[in-house]
């Protein structure tokens, strides 16, 4: 599973996976080897996550990569990444988004995202978690870098799945990589603005 998802990764680079886990333990596990495996293959890492969660990650990771090799792991707090502008709002996040991959755009560099969706904490309705994957699968069709959302599948009702299906190509649950017979390729003009490619 894993070597058929670095495969795609090494391939194509624009690859949207949906990630479903099922326990905390496997969900770090999978983190910690995304980072690991992004970094050793030259990769930043962008990886937007909560501060208690990230700290168990990187004490792990600081145990497997060099201190140098900790350098590629840009750590964003999650909180601030979905409600930087005070509420859960997509063009906003893409926003804070575009600002912070752009170095990255500029120069050339290889990087990859990883980001946690905590969806169950948020008062929202769901045609804006729809939005904002739908806009995420256009950055990542437009920059060509993988991105893996993580959401947990247990707090996922039927709908949601539904729409997560629909707008990632990729779908890793567990240790079962596939794709999703769902999935719609968003419409630009449908969703509006994407992010800059260099």
């Known amino acids: 599973m894993k070597k058929q998802m670095n495969k795609l990764f090494e391939d194509q680079r624009s690859v949207h996976v949906l990630y479903s886990y099922s326990t905390m333990e496997k969900y770090i596990e999978q983190a910690v ?12 890492v ?5 501060e208690p969660l990230f700290r168990s990650i990187n004490k792990e990771l600081s145990s497997r990569l060099t201190e140098d090799q900790m350098k590629f792991v840009h750590s964003v707090n999650s909180f601030d990444f979905y409600y930087s502008s005070g509420s859960y709002h997509p063009p906003a996040i893409l926003d804070y988004f575009n600002k ?27 045609h804006i978690i729809e939005d904002f994957e739908r806009i995420v ?11 893996i959302c993580a959401y947990e599948g247990e707090k996922m009702p039927d709908h949601l799945i539904k729409i997560l299906m629909e707008t990632h190509p990729y779908v890793l649950k567990d240790d079962n990589f596939t794709v999703s017979d769902k999935y719609q390729l968003a419409s630009s003009k449908k969703y509006g603005k994407t992010l800059r490619s260099p």
């Open 33 to 44: 080897s995304y980072i690991e495996e992004g970094v050793k293959a030259g990769d930043y």
């Open 46 to 50: 962008i990886f937007i996550e909560n």
């Open 100 to 126: 912070m991959v752009q170095p990255y755009v500029e120069k050339d560099i290889s990087f990859r995202s990883w980001a946690h969706v905590e969806w169950a904490t948020m008062k929202d309705p769901l």
């Open 137 to 147: 699968d256009e950055a990542v069709n437009s920059l060509s870098f993988p991105l």
